[in-house]
């Protein structure tokens, strides 16, 4: 079984150094690359302001987070739900940036840097020099945008699943998912039994082909009968 959990983040800003901090974490469990259903998802209490610029990408303002959690509420189960799996995030040095500021603010070591997987890099390589953004991936993989007004991080994790599976291969044809999650396995037809049905050459044509075989000279055709 393979395990692997898509995070988002949303934050104050982008630069950690200027005092920036998240205000909320998505995250979904993958097992053999498909959503178990399982997630964990939280806003948080910034202690600090949510400037205008940064309100007009995710929609949120301080009112929507003053009585949510703080950071060291939510980090115990936060990190029970990652447990050591790989992390996958879109453009990850940045979630891990500043994810890794609020450990360092209540004394916690750092997620290990091992564990990112940056589907921003990954599309990078496959897609060089194109639009690579989530917005962009998703109308590349023909995934349902409709939803998506604002940079919402449950709702990100959802379509960066989507565009991870694509990424890594796409759902190829003939396999499904077994209903015990064990995986994917191979589907194929039954076999059916065929009656043979014999050719039967009209004696005109039988005969046409003879007269052909006169006028050749050692015709391979009489040597193989």
Not at 8 to 23: A, F, L, P
Request: with cysteine; net charge negative; charged share 25%.
């Amino acid at each position: 079984m393979s395990r692997e959990i898509v995070l988002d983040t949303e934050t104050t800003g982008i630069e950690v150094s200027e005092g920036h901090r998240v205000i909320e974490i998505a995250a979904i469990e993958l097992v053999n690359l498909l959503p178990t259903g399982r997630h964990f998802h939280t806003l948080l209490n910034p202690e600090r302001d949510i400037p205008a610029d940064a309100s007009r990408i995710h929609g949120m303002t301080s009112r929507d987070v003053e009585n949510a959690p703080l950071f060291a509420q939510q980090v115990d189960a936060w990190l029970d739900f990652l447990g050591d799996a790989p992390i996958i995030a879109h453009n990850a040095p940045f979630d891990f940036m500043h994810l890794d500021a609020e450990l360092k603010r209540i004394g916690r070591p750092p997620l290990p840097p091992n564990r990112m997987v940056d589907t921003l890099a990954l599309a990078k390589k496959r897609f060089p020099g194109m639009p690579n953004s989530l917005d962009a991936l998703c109308r590349r993989f023909d995934i349902d945008l409709s939803e998506r007004t604002t940079h919402n991080a449950l709702l990100d994790v959802k379509l960066l699943a989507k565009v991870y599976l694509e990424l890594r291969g796409g759902r190829q044809p003939g396999l499904v998912l077994a209903s015990n999650n064990t995986g994917p396995v191979l589907v194929t037809e039954a076999r059916v039994a065929r009656t043979p049905r014999p050719i039967i050459v009209p004696p005109e044509a039988e005969a046409a082909h003879a007269a052909f075989l006169a006028k050749l000279k050692d015709p391979l055709w009489l040597r193989l009968s």
